[in-house]
């Protein structure tokens, strides 16, 4: 599936990036998203630095008289829905923000939120102003209908999850990306934790024929054997390209490079 709609190979996602430095890397090293974290979290980031990292990315974009195009995803999504089967229509939905991104020529900027309100969420993506919006906790799926912006929804696995039990992730007309990533136990806090949990149970969904985002644990050392295992449209990544809890430039461009060249030396 990944080689008929990812000419550009596995999209990487940079999360966690709280600087401008840090995001003039991430560019440089040719991610595709970069995740900018408004939940609680101790990489959690402030408005002005959050505009600030938004205006030097839209800063390499191609095009500048559109600045709002992605908006338009949803509906290019949604519109083809009564045509397509489950897995086309995401298959349609990740195309069309791939097509976006290269159409740009920078990364996406995300904004990921963690069981806040609607009101919130949508106030932060029109004023950063964020391509895509990621919802984090336990957001129920009809949420993303308020968001104007595509939406990637997290699902957080532990070893009893399984694609089939879990009928709220493939709902269309709500997400536009499905993202799995690692359940810890213990805390209300998910994501950036470096924790790992099984690939092959993300290989279940791709063995469908879903595009998805695959996170938990993942370094520029081991994306390359989870993107062989595991077969997904995307990796995302926090605390794998940190040193001393700072954003690496070094380990950011290792990711990216690996990610891009997992894909054919896996096939």
């Known amino acids: 599936m990944q080689n008929s709609t990812q000419p550009y190979g596995v999209v990487a996602k940079v999360c966690g990036i709280g600087t401008v430095e840090a995001a003039e890397a991430a560019v440089l090293a040719n991610a595709d998203i970069i995740g900018l974290i408004f ?35 949803p509906s290019l999504c949604t519109d083809t829905e009564e045509q397509l089967d489950t897995a086309a229509y995401f298959v349609e939905c990740a195309n069309r923000i791939l097509q976006r991104r290269h159409e740009l020529g920078r990364p996406l900027i995300a904004g990921v939120f963690q069981n806040q309100d609607a009101e ?38 532990d070893d009893s999850f399984s694609v089939d039990d879990t009928n709220d992730m493939l709902r269309r007309r709500c997400h536009s990306l499905i993202l799995l990533d690692t359940k810890v136990a213990g805390t209300a806090q998910q ?17 469908k024929g879903v595009p998805f985002v695959m996170a938990g644990g993942l370094t520029p050392d081991n994306v ?34 690996n990610s891009k060249t997992s894909l054919s030396s896996t096939m």
């Open 39 to 73: 939940a609680t979290s101790p990489r959690l980031i402030d408005m002005d630095t959050a505009k600030a990292i938004a205006q030097t990315v839209r800063a390499h974009e191609k095009d500048t008289s559109t600045p709002e195009i992605v908006a338009t995803i």
């Open 120 to 157: 919130h969420v949508a106030r932060i993506a029109r004023s950063v102003p964020l391509d895509l919006v990621q919802l984090h906790g336990t957001e129920p799926p009809e949420m993303a209908q308020l968001i104007s912006v595509p939406v990637i929804k997290v699902f957080h696995v």
């Open 191 to 207: 994501g950036g934790r470096g924790v790992q949990f099984d690939w092959n149970i993300a290989r279940a969904l791709a063995d």
């Open 224 to 257: 390359e054997q989870a993107v062989a295992i595991g077969r997904p449209w995307g990796v995302d990544v926090s605390s794998g390209i940190e040193t001393d809890r700072t954003k690496d430039p070094a380990k950011i461009h290792a990711f990216v490079r």
